[in-house]
């Protein structure tokens, strides 16, 4: 098969840009110990109610100043819907869902994670200063997705 020239060149151009650019991804991967997000377990739907931890949502005390908080997601509701936690506290969330898949965001946080049935979820945070924040589903789940939001209310220690 005869290939032009030119055409050869940018063949070999784009091999290498491509080449550059897989390189930069991976190097800055590896370089900040980033890597794509695996769920930190896996449970079914139907089995969430009666399987520990989430048969008993909510907050719980881990250690001096760290918490670990339970939530189911489910439409258009998150269980609980408000938390309390101390100020100056780590917090790890492990959060599953029962139907479809949701969203869990927490603005002004770094929390930002999917939430899909089967797997679940775990995002942790540190919580320095009492306020108030709104946990959000950011996946549309459904016709009632607009109004899926929960208290994270963080009290003065
Ligand atoms: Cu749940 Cu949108």
Redesign the pocket.
């Known amino acids: 098969m005869h290939v032009d020239k030119r055409e050869k060149r940018v063949m070999q151009i784009t091999v290498v840009v491509l080449g550059v650019a897989i390189g930069a991804l991976v190097l800055s991967m590896t370089a900040s110990h980033k890597s794509l997000p695996e769920p930190a377990g896996r449970i079914r739907p139907e089995d969430v109610r009666v399987t520990a931890p989430f048969d008993n949502p909510g907050v719980r005390q881990v250690g001096e100043n760290e918490y670990e908080v339970v939530m189911i997601?489910q439409?258009?509701e998150w269980v609980p819907n408000r938390v309390e936690i101390p100020a100056g506290s780590h917090v790890t969330f492990k959060v599953t869902s029962v139907d479809?898949i949701?969203?869990f965001r927490v603005p002004d946080t770094d929390l930002n994670a999917m939430v899909i049935p089967g797997q679940i979820t775990e995002v942790d945070v540190d919580f320095d200063e009492a306020r108030d924040f709104t946990l959000l589903?950011?996946?549309?789940?459904?016709i009632g997705?607009h109004r899926?939001g929960a208290d994270i209310v963080i009290v003065e220690n």
């Not at 589903?137 to 459904?142: M, R, S, T």
């Open positions: 997601a439409a258009w479809v949701h969203g589903c950011h996946e549309y789940c459904g997705h899926m």
